[in-house]
């Protein structure tokens, strides 16, 4: 949508379309999902392809990390979010994909 400034002149801000910002759904388009989303704290991620390393790190809503774990040949990892309700983000990296979901606690 359009700002509009007026102080004894006008002036008028282009528009502009944002799309995704990033955040990618918690889908299997990466080779690996997690759920449930939201959680009570139970976290799993399950790998479509058995990569041969992942990296999980996990960060709070203002960016700081919180958890950072490494993995060899994962199939499924199963994570325990302890921290209190609230938004988090899970970077999940293998030798050939990089995703970042962001997960509900309730």
């Known amino acids: 949508f359009p700002v509009t400034i007026s102080n004894n002149c006008i002036d ?4 502009v379309s944002i799309g995704n910002i990033g955040i990618e759904n918690n889908e299997l388009t990466h080779g690996f999902y997690i759920y ?3 959680t009570l ?3 799993n991620i399950s790998f479509n392809n058995q990569p ?3 990296r999980v790190v996990i960060t709070n809503s203002i960016g700081q990390e919180i958890g950072s774990y490494r993995y060899a040949n994962p ?3 199963d994570l325990n979010l302890i921290q209190p309700a609230g938004i ?3 970077e999940v ?3 050939n994909k990089t995703a970042v979901f962001k997960v ?3």
């Open 36 to 38: 449930p989303n939201p």
């Open 88 to 90: 988090y983000y899970v």
């Open 104 to 106: 509900v606690k309730e």
């Open 12 to 15: 008028t801000s282009a528009c």
């Open 52 to 54: 041969q390393w992942a």
């Open 41 to 43: 704290g139970a976290l």
């Open 75 to 77: 199939q499924n990892v």
């Open 93 to 95: 990296i293998t030798e």
